[in-house]
């Protein structure tokens, strides 16, 4: 392992209830880029976390490891479907496991989808407050993806350019707080 990668870990959190969603799929493309550019990366999947435990009624070891993993990362990347208008309740379960101000020093990336662009501003309304509300520090250009830039499960290049952007602004905010 480089020292890079020692000392720069990213985790990427799907808040999606299914294995097959277009939010999980470009979190992994972030982790992707991370990885290919030193990060040691972890994805956490929290629709496959025991449920009482993420409800606080017990403990797992599973979401003790989640949480772990989001305390020794210095990038947060955050995907989500859109429900009701903002991001899903899988996701508000597990930042609400997180400790008040438990992303204080991470860089967070918000990644969103919905069916169209009248939910674009879920990034804004939704997401980036509740990255604030833990105390990290937000990239600047939040991803909103809808269906239509998938094609066979798959993102479009204008929407991996816009979220390699996200992870090369998380990257640069990411080494700046270590130097």
């Known amino acids: 392992m480089s020292e890079t990668s020692a000392r ?9 209830p299914s294995a097959t969603s277009k939010s999980r799929v470009l979190v992994e493309h972030a982790l992707a880029q991370l990885e290919a550019r030193g990060a040691a990366t972890r994805l956490i999947d929290v629709a496959t976390l025991p449920g ?26 955050a995907g989500t479907p859109v429900y009701r208008a ?7 379960v597990f930042f609400d496991l997180l400790p008040q101000d438990g992303l204080v020093g991470k860089v967070g990336v918000p990644i969103v989808t919905g069916h169209g662009v009248a939910h674009s501003l879920a990034v804004d309304h939704g997401l980036r407050p509740l990255f604030a509300s833990v105390g990290a520090t937000l990239v600047a250009n939040g991803v909103y993806a809808t269906s239509e830039q998938f094609r066979d499960g798959k993102p479009e290049p204008g929407l991996c350019a816009a979220v390699e952007r996200a992870v090369r602004e998380a990257m640069a905010l990411a080494r ?4």
């Open 8 to 16: 720069l870990r990213a985790v990427g959190i799907s808040g999606s």
């Open 176 to 179: 700046a707080a270590i130097d």
């Open 52 to 77: 009482d435990a993420l409800l606080g009624r017990g403990s797992a070891a599973q979401v003790a490891d989640a949480l772990a993993r989001v305390a020794e990362a210095r990038i947060v990347v």
């Open 86 to 92: 903002t991001y899903s309740g899988l996701l508000k």
